[in-house]
């Protein structure tokens, strides 16, 4: 798995590439999560478009960032799930607990809804 950071009007954007599944990866991305936090950018976007697979581990991942950004008082969205990760996440009845959005800009405008 990679991922890459980009800003876009209020938000930070993490888009994933590839398998996710936890291990160093999840180490990486609480790291870039605080260097964020320090720089009082707390509302994130997970485009998971190119995601292929994803397992308990790469879940509870997302879940571990979706919990660091909200303690910072910020909030962690989902967009662009494939049918695969969006079965995933009704599965295991996270679906319930993320905010997820068919398209980016979808999830980038429900920032400014709050």
Excluded: W
Excluded at 23 to 47: F, M, R, Y
Excluded at 62 to 82: E, F, H, Q, S
Excluded at 85 to 113: C, G, M, N
């Amino acid at each position: 798995m990679s991922f890459n950071v980009s800003e876009r009007y209020n938000c930070v954007i993490i888009e994933f590439k590839g398998n996710v599944m936890g291990g160093p990866d999840a180490v990486s991305l609480n790291e870039k999560l605080h260097e964020l936090i320090e720089q009082e950018k707390t509302n994130i976007v997970a485009d998971l478009s190119k995601v292929k697979f994803m397992n308990s581990s790469g879940l509870g991942m997302l879940i571990g960032a979706l919990t660091t950004m909200r303690k910072a008082g910020g909030d962690l969205r989902i967009a662009n799930a494939t049918d695969k990760i969006e079965s995933l996440l009704i599965i295991t009845k996270l679906i319930t607990v993320f905010k997820h959005f068919k398209s980016l800009d979808e999830a980038i405008e429900s920032f400014d809804e709050k």
